[in-house]
């Protein structure tokens, strides 16, 4: 499978992490596939051959182009057919000012384009496919984006702030952060939950999940258990239950089942993570 990521505009920067691209003639995944909680809304472009989404043990057919919501927990898929995307990862917060859409009603789930774009759905995926380079696509990504987005959101600019500040402390509280920003929990988690969809506390356990993930993979510790201290779990227990909530496995068969996406992906995600997880 090919795999490529590529910056958007500089003005774009604050709203989308990057767009990327990834093609296989092959089915390029195992049967079932995890799509980790990371902070990101996905407008994924879909080129190639449907996949499935795996709910109570049933297949629901993913169709054509669609938003991948935020999530607060991981969602199963099945994608063993040709794969031809080119996505647009967004910022934590930053499909708000694109969409309109209050950011927590697309959690968990995924979204039609016309859901969610209207009218203007097909004239974008119309352009995207016929671009013949991916530096074309990107140029089409960046044009519809930059004549959509609404500059200066003060929701958006107060979640950046917001979160900068949280991300950068250690053992943060929700109550300093509120004390940090002169705001009451209920104003600081409808605000989240509007930009972000996911509350401030979903937010902590999000970062401290990813974290671990990245300890896991970079085999510099010698036991889960030095992990979980590593990453601020109260204990092992702790550890495996808030990692159970947000995977729906344990570590231990997290990293057994070597999971392709988690493999191609993470490397890359890893590096941003790093950053604006401050792990």
Not at 192 to 197: H, I, L, N
Not at 235 to 245: P, V
């Amino acid at each position: 499978m090919i795999y490529r990521e590529f910056a958007p505009h500089p003005q774009l920067a604050p709203y989308v992490e990057c767009y990327w691209k990834a093609d296989a003639d092959r089915p390029p995944f195992r049967e079932e596939e995890s799509l980790i909680p990371d902070g990101t809304i996905e407008l994924m472009f879909n080129f190639g051959d449907n996949y499935a989404r795996i709910k109570d043990g049933a297949r629901q057919p993913v169709k054509g182009s669609h938003v991948i919501g935020i999530r607060q927990h991981a969602l199963r898929i099945s994608q063993t057919h040709h794969q031809h995307v080119f996505s647009v990862r967004f910022r934590l917060g930053g499909a708000y000012p694109l969409f309109h859409i209050p950011t927590y009603l697309l959690a968990n789930d995924f979204w039609s384009l016309p859901d969610i774009l209207g009218k203007d759905y097909t004239y974008l995926e119309e352009r995207l496919y016929e671009a013949a380079t991916d530096e074309q696509r990107v140029a089409v990504a960046d044009r519809f984006l930059l004549d959509r987005l609404q500059f200066g959101d003060q929701t958006h600019r107060f979640l950046q702030q917001c979160t900068t500040w949280m991300l950068q402390q250690e053992n943060v509280t929700i109550a300093d952060t509120c004390n940090a920003f002169g705001v009451s929990y209920k104003v600081l988690e409808r605000r989240f939950s509007q930009a972000a969809g996911l509350t401030p506390i979903e937010l902590l356990k999000i970062r401290r999940f990813n974290k671990a993930i990245l300890a896991m993979y970079s085999c510099r510790y010698a036991s889960l258990t030095a992990i979980a201290y590593s990453c601020g779990f109260y204990d092992q227990s702790h550890f495996i239950r808030e990692f159970k909530q947000l995977s729906g496995t344990t570590p231990r068969h997290f990293l057994q089942e070597q999971y392709t996406i988690v493999q191609v992906i993470q490397p890359a995600l890893a590096t941003r993570l790093a950053k604006s997880y401050n792990l």
